[in-house]
């Protein structure tokens, strides 16, 4: 048996009842394959691959907080710190009823190989609870927010571990947690990126995602002979990165016709009303059955069904393991012809390899997402010179940062005999920075 099949079921062996773990795991490695074999040996010895899988050090713990009614109510918190191999733990807390230690995992190990993509000295974490933000009001999401940092506040700081927001966790909550922390520390430092512009918040970091996104999109089809302009687009997600894809997508000449949240979806064959948009998810909070008042020609539908639509281009921006092999065939026979990840890790593995068989250009989270933790390390940068860029600023560093990772990822995918395929050139050229620094670091 092969080192890369030997690690992945150890790994599955080492960590039941963890699906999503096992399916990242999986995707990297058999991606690496070709370099691992090159040099195994010496990967072996080491233990290479075992110390990459198996998290630094994994934190769980109890977050209890008083509801509205004076009813205790007890939820799981957790952080899971992946490698520091070339520098501090950074990645997002999820707030989400789904949240569990695999999909922490999951998302803390995808953290390593991005935070890698964008060049700056990030490693990889993740953390959050299976708190649900949802219907509770601000002085219940405060309480919350209030406990989780009191236990997480031992583990992380500005040259240690520096969490960031994600699903669930924005402005509000963001503000709480570092409220709480520098309370308790009695330090005010760079340790929670996203948070506002008041307190040492980056101008362009809450853009940055749904940004970046596009400007690696943009960029993948110039690099295949393709304009960006003019193409028809389906987006999944209504949150933070699906709104500023959606708003980006738009200012670069194309149209998205497509959104949706947990209930439903929306069609309007205009183009969404960004404006409208924003103020039903970002202000008042509500669901995208409300569109259709701003917006009387569109379509609302219930339930799953966005990768239906015929369109050039498909942005998945929700959750993991949205776009399933079902949807891939849709895509591919309506004529889409790229498919790029907003979100992390939302196509399921056979519907990558089937849409990448069927020469659909397809660009994985990890290198198509990086833009939101890029712009996360450059507030952390803009903390720690006490500074504060312009939006032009940050924008610029963020496309550029992004148009090198196009580059980076088709390089490495070349140079293994791989050409245009991005999801084994986002791992090689990933992995090569962080392997490197685990060598000159020893065995740790």
Same mark, same amino acid.
């Given at each position: 048996? #092969?080192?890369?099949?030997? !690690?992945?079921?150890?790994?599955?062996?080492?960590?039941?009842?963890?699906?999503?773990? &096992?399916?990242? !795991?999986?995707?990297?490695?058999?991606?690496?394959?070709?370099?691992?074999?090159?040099?195994?040996?010496?990967?072996?010895? =080491? %233990?290479?691959?075992?110390?990459? !899988?198996?998290?630094?050090?994994?934190?769980?713990?109890?977050?209890? $907080?008083?509801?509205?009614?004076?009813?205790?109510? /007890?939820? @799981?918190?957790?952080?899971?710190?992946?490698?520091?191999?070339?520098?501090?733990?950074?990645?997002?807390?999820?707030? &989400?009823? #789904?949240?569990?230690?695999?999909?922490?995992?999951?998302?803390?190990?995808?953290?390593?190989?991005?935070?890698?993509?964008?060049?700056?000295?990030?490693?990889?974490? *993740?953390?959050?609870?299976?708190?649900?933000?949802?219907?509770?009001?601000?002085?219940?999401?405060?309480?919350?927010?209030?406990?989780?940092?009191?236990?997480?506040?031992?583990?992380?700081?500005?040259?240690?571990?520096?969490?960031?927001?994600?699903?669930?966790?924005?402005?509000?909550?963001?503000?709480?947690?570092?409220?709480?922390?520098?309370?308790?520390?009695?330090?005010?430092?760079?340790?929670?990126?996203?948070?506002?512009?008041?307190?040492?918040? #980056?101008?362009?970091?809450?853009?940055?995602?749904?940004?970046?996104?596009?400007?690696? @999109?943009?960029?993948?089809?110039?690099?295949?002979?393709?304009?960006?302009?003019?193409?028809?687009?389906?987006?999944?997600?209504?949150?933070?990165?699906?709104?500023?894809?959606?708003?980006?997508?738009?200012?670069?000449?194309?149209?998205?016709?497509?959104? #949706?949240?947990?209930?439903? $979806?929306?069609?309007?064959?205009?183009?969404?009303?960004?404006?409208?948009?924003?103020?039903?998810?970002?202000?008042?909070?509500?669901?995208? @059955?409300?569109?259709?008042?701003?917006?009387?020609?569109?379509?609302? &539908?219930?339930?799953?069904?966005? $990768?239906?639509?015929?369109? =050039?281009?498909?942005?998945?921006?929700? @959750?993991?393991?949205?776009?399933?092999?079902?949807?891939?065939?849709?895509?591919?026979? +309506?004529?889409?012809?790229?498919?790029?990840?907003?979100?992390?890790?939302?196509?399921?593995?056979?519907?990558?390899?089937?849409?990448?068989?069927?020469?659909?250009?397809?660009?994985?989270?990890?290198?198509?997402?990086?833009?939101?933790?890029?712009?996360?390390?450059?507030?952390?940068?803009? +903390?720690?010179?006490?500074?504060?860029?312009?939006?032009?600023? /940050? =924008?610029? *560093?963020?496309?550029?940062?992004?148009? +090198?990772?196009? &580059?980076?990822?088709? =390089?490495?995918?070349?140079?293994?005999?791989?050409?245009?395929?991005?999801?084994?050139? %986002?791992?090689?050229?990933?992995?090569?920075?962080? /392997?490197?620094?685990?060598? %000159?670091?020893?065995?740790?």
């Amino acid at each position: 048996m #092969s080192y890369v099949d030997e !690690v992945i079921e150890q790994v599955v062996k080492q960590n039941p009842a963890e699906p999503e773990f &096992h399916q990242a !795991v999986k995707e990297v490695l058999e991606s690496l394959r070709v370099v691992v074999e090159a040099n195994e040996e010496r990967y072996r010895k =080491d %233990a290479l691959l075992e110390r990459l !899988v198996n998290p630094e050090r994994q934190i769980k713990f109890r977050v209890p $907080w008083i509801d509205d009614q004076g009813q205790v109510q /007890v939820n @799981t918190g957790y952080r899971v710190q992946f490698s520091s191999a070339i520098g501090p733990y950074k990645g997002g807390l999820r707030l &989400h009823p #789904s949240v569990n230690l695999g999909i922490i995992k999951f998302l803390g190990f995808e953290q390593i190989f991005k935070n890698s993509l964008t060049g700056l000295p990030i490693g990889g974490g *993740k953390g959050g609870s299976d708190f649900d933000p949802k219907g509770k009001s601000d002085r219940e999401v405060m309480a919350f927010c209030q406990s989780f940092i009191t236990e997480l506040y031992k583990y992380i700081g500005a040259d240690t571990d520096v969490p960031a927001g994600d699903i669930g966790t924005g402005a509000r909550e963001i503000g709480y947690m570092y409220g709480q922390y520098k309370r308790i520390r009695g330090v005010y430092e760079g340790v929670l990126t996203g948070k506002g512009l008041s307190y040492g918040g #980056s101008l362009a970091r809450t853009e940055a995602t749904g940004y970046g996104l596009l400007y690696l @999109t943009e960029e993948l089809l110039k690099m295949n002979g393709m304009e960006l302009t003019g193409k028809t687009i389906a987006v999944s997600g209504s949150g933070n990165v699906a709104i500023y894809a959606i708003q980006k997508a738009q200012q670069l000449g194309a149209k998205v016709v497509t959104c #949706s949240d947990s209930t439903g $979806w929306i069609y309007d064959e205009e183009g969404i009303d960004v404006a409208a948009l924003k103020e039903i998810k970002e202000v008042k909070r509500a669901r995208l @059955t409300e569109y259709k008042n701003y917006c009387p020609n569109s379509e609302y &539908h219930e339930g799953k069904g966005v $990768w239906s639509v015929k369109v =050039d281009i498909a942005l998945p921006c929700a @959750t993991q393991n949205e776009l399933d092999l079902e949807d891939a065939k849709i895509l591919v026979s +309506n004529g889409c012809i790229g498919v790029f990840e907003g979100a992390n890790m939302p196509t399921t593995l056979e519907a990558t390899e089937y849409l990448q068989a069927n020469g659909v250009i397809f660009a994985p989270g990890k290198a198509a997402n990086a833009g939101g933790v890029a712009t996360s390390a450059l507030e952390m940068s803009q +903390n720690s010179e006490r500074l504060s860029w312009s939006f032009e600023e /940050v =924008d610029t *560093k963020l496309k550029e940062i992004m148009i +090198n990772i196009c &580059h980076n990822i088709s =390089d490495a995918a070349e140079r293994y005999g791989a050409k245009g395929n991005y999801v084994v050139g %986002a791992n090689i050229a990933g992995f090569e920075k962080v /392997v490197d620094a685990m060598n %000159a670091q020893g065995i740790v």
